[in-house]
């Protein structure tokens, strides 16, 4: 089953906005990730953010972090046709030896229109 | 790119037949975890191996089996193939396990008829 549930499902912006994306996930976390995929091929990692943190910075990516509301945003400023993907976040619940797995939400689907 | 690589990149099998994906973890990387991503679903946790043994499994029947080799990289088994089973396979390595960030291989697409 899918913890995280990224909204919106689908997001088509004009190149140069801004696209912010939600993540809702449902029991405690370790740290939460944002990934990034192209056209069904690997996932890349954007940005980890860990439950004692509320906001971090990668370049134009901006994460925020509400562990008492169990939510999460990604901020993608100044957006380029190459920002066209999916993007799902994940949640780690377990540190060390019997791992849990990252788990996924659905993803959005982000068009970047030139 | 991350330097984790997969193979092969397609594969076409028949219900009831069994499969083998393999995978190279990063250099330096002692933690494989294996993914399966229906369409248009995000990637499900099939199971974790550290050090050459498992570490953790989701929620996957026993069919579903694996191995680490002492140079880290992987094989994912899937046995009795169902028409379910069609999906891409990514498999994931890191170096201390899911506190740090995932690197994912450009993964395996599957499909059972």
């Known amino acids: 089953s899918q913890q995280g549930e990224e909204d919106p499902q689908a997001l088509s912006i004009q190149e140069g906005e801004n696209a912010t994306m939600n993540c809702s996930y449902k029991t405690s976390i370790n740290n939460l990730q944002w990934y990034r995929q192209n056209s069904g091929r690997g996932l890349v990692h954007l940005i980890l953010?860990?439950?004692?943190?509320r906001e971090k910075h990668s370049g134009r990516l901006r994460v925020t972090l509400d562990t008492s509301k169990k939510s999460s945003s990604l901020l993608i400023t100044a957006s380029r046709a190459a920002d066209t993907a999916s993007y799902f976040c994940?949640?780690?619940?377990?540190?060390?030896?019997?791992?849990?797995?990252?788990?996924f939400g659905k993803g959005t689907h982000l068009i970047i229109q030139p | 790119e991350t330097g984790v690589t997969q193979s092969p990149t397609h594969l076409i099998k028949t219900r009831g037949q069994q499969v083998t994906l393999r995978c190279s973890s990063q250099s330096g990387h002692n933690t494989v975890s294996w993914y399966q991503q229906a369409l248009g679903q995000g990637p499900q946790f099939i199971f974790q191996y550290y050090r050459e043994e498992e570490n953790g499994r989701g929620n996957f029947p026993p069919r579903f089996s694996g191995l680490q080799f002492p140079n880290y990289s992987s094989e994912l088994n899937v046995n009795a193939l169902e028409l379910d089973d069609s999906a891409l396979y990514l498999c994931a390595s890191s170096g201390q396990g899911l506190s740090y960030e995932q690197y994912f291989g450009p993964g395996t697409r599957l499909t059972v008829t």
């Open positions: 994940a949640t780690a619940t377990h540190v060390g030896g019997g791992a849990d797995g990252l788990t």
């Open positions: 953010i860990r439950s004692n943190e």
